[in-house]
């Protein structure tokens, strides 16, 4: 059983930092690895995802440059540092594993409960 743990969410001004972590338990780490979010009356959205054999990463245009995916095997511990963060950015970030793609959030598998990430301006 995989079980996705996501934390570090928080109330910032605009223009802080967070970082958020999804921790995982379970062989979770395989496949893609995706980080999404979802804002109030909104579809659920991409920010970012892993390939995790490759490494290879794709970020949501509203990510690049601001967002990073690292990822600590020993830990089994995915993180996603957000600088820069903007009023737009909020919304409540889930973790998911066991993808098929990227960016399509119904080919993932498990998903952790949620972080909130609210922005002020």
């Known amino acids: 059983q995989v079980q996705l743990v996501e934390s570090g969410g928080g109330s910032v001004q605009a223009g802080d930092s967070l970082r958020l972590s999804c921790a995982a338990s379970g062989r979770a780490f395989s496949s893609y690895f995706g980080w999404f979010r979802q804002a109030p009356g909104k579809e659920r959205e991409f920010v970012v995802g892993?390939?995790?054999?490759?490494?290879?990463?794709d970020y949501a245009d509203s990510a690049k440059g601001r967002f990073t995916l690292s990822r600590d095997n020993a830990k089994n511990t995915v993180y996603l540092q957000m600088n820069s963060l903007k009023p737009e950015d909020t919304a409540v970030y889930y973790c998911?594993?066991?993808?098929?793609?990227?960016?399509?959030?119904?080919?993932?598998?498990?998903w952790g409960q949620g972080t909130q990430v609210t922005v002020s301006s």
């Open positions: 998911a594993v066991g993808g098929s793609s990227y960016r399509n959030p119904t080919s993932y598998s498990y």
């Open positions: 892993i390939r995790w054999g490759s490494g290879s990463i």
